[in-house]
């Protein structure tokens, strides 16, 4: 089977982009580079040290386990190499990391270094999610507001998944197309083109553990799931919870399906458990690049204009036919 690597891939894709400088290719060849240094700390496990916490908390407000750090660390280093970004943002850091001086890039990177960290010392798949914006034209040294942009202004978004495979999924606005580690050559190889969501669904994805605290449109929308085929939608549901976003958005991409984390009563005062900069907005352009729907249950996700670094949001997506009911459930209440 001749597979494409990521790097042919990435020189193909550049070449169908008329004035393409060549600066994003060489940008994604670094956060490339910084996945797989992740990936190789994450599958060490315990054998490195890192599986605790440290103790410290983030700007979150949560733990950082040592392997948040060493993967933000990983994220950090990485990408200066191509001296093309202005600077980063990371889940993982209070403010925008700047670039050293006389580094002038045009484009912004922002990235979660190890989504779903909670499961990481319980041998759960984990990942990591990356943006790309553009620098505000003329901005040399940018600001917190330069990097508070729609999702809409991304050029590129993707993730890592530290599963039984590692992979790595990646959207520049033409489809979205996977990627699979081949261990013995250090190689991505495109292993699965062109991903789409299926429209229909009978599978669905929410922390049931909060049902007391959801809104009434999820509420009835997980109850008609649940009720199955004696109930209105008169099929049989089934229900996933990884409690790792990249591992849900994934299955999503491969089989169809819903992932709901609303706003609720629990997480109102937050605006929701999911950032909208460095989670929901780079999955939201995997799910519409793959013909699925990304919504906060009233609106497109990738319209919202942020208002702040770390901003939270309530995040509806998958199958483009369950993502629309949950809406119309929205708009009925
Ligand atoms: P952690 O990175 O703190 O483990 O959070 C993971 C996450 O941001 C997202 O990946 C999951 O879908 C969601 O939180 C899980 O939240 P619950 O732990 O409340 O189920």
């Given at each position: 089977m001749s597979l494409m690597t990521i790097q042919h891939y990435l020189t193909r894709a550049q070449q169908q982009?008329?004035?393409?400088?060549g600066e994003l290719t060489l940008i994604l060849n670094d956060i490339v580079t910084s996945c797989k240094r992740v990936a190789q700390a994450v599958n060490q496990g315990a054998l490195l040290g890192t599986?605790?916490?440290?103790?410290s908390q983030n700007v979150q407000g949560e733990v950082q386990k040592a392997l948040d750090v060493i993967a933000n660390t990983i994220f950090l280093e990485s990408n200066q190499?191509?001296?093309?970004?202005a600077g980063m943002a990371s889940e993982e850091m209070d403010d925008p990391y700047l670039m050293p001086e006389g580094v002038h890039g045009r484009y912004l990177l922002l990235f979660?270094?190890?989504?779903?960290?909670?499961n990481v010392n319980v041998n759960i798949s984990v990942g990591s999610i990356f943006s790309v914006l553009r620098?505000?034209?003329?901005?040399?040294?940018?600001?917190?507001?330069?990097?508070?942009?729609?999702?809409?202004?991304?050029v590129c978004a993707g993730y890592a998944l530290y599963g039984s495979s590692t992979m790595l999924v990646i959207t520049t606005g033409s489809g979205v197309d996977g990627f699979t580690l081949d261990h013995g050559t250090g190689e991505f190889m495109?292993?699965?083109?062109q991903m789409r969501i299926a429209e229909d669904s009978r599978e669905f994805a929410i922390n049931m553990s909060n049902q007391r605290h959801w809104p009434p449109a999820i509420k009835r929308y997980v109850d008609e799931c649940v009720q199955g085929?004696?109930?209105?939608?008169g099929v049989d549901f089934n229900m996933r919870w990884v409690a790792s976003m990249v591992a849900e958005v994934h299955r999503i991409l491969l089989r169809g399906g819903i992932f709901m984390y609303p706003m609720d009563n629990k997480n109102a005062a937050q605006g929701?458990?999911?950032?909208?900069?460095?989670?929901a907005n780079p999955m939201a352009m995997l799910v519409e690049q793959a013909e699925g729907l990304a919504s906060t249950g009233r609106q497109r996700l990738l319209e919202l204009v942020p208002h702040a670094l770390h901003q939270r949001v309530s995040v509806i997506l998958g199958s483009r036919h369950e993502v629309e009911r949950v809406q119309d459930y929205f708009s009925a209440e």
């Open positions: 982009h008329a004035g393409a400088t599986m605790g916490d440290l103790g190499a191509s001296g093309l970004l979660d270094p190890l989504d779903g960290s909670s620098c505000p034209d003329g901005v040399v040294q940018p600001q917190l507001a330069d990097f508070l942009q729609p999702g809409v202004q991304q495109l292993t699965h083109p085929a004696s109930g209105p939608r929701g458990r999911l950032r909208l900069l460095y989670e």
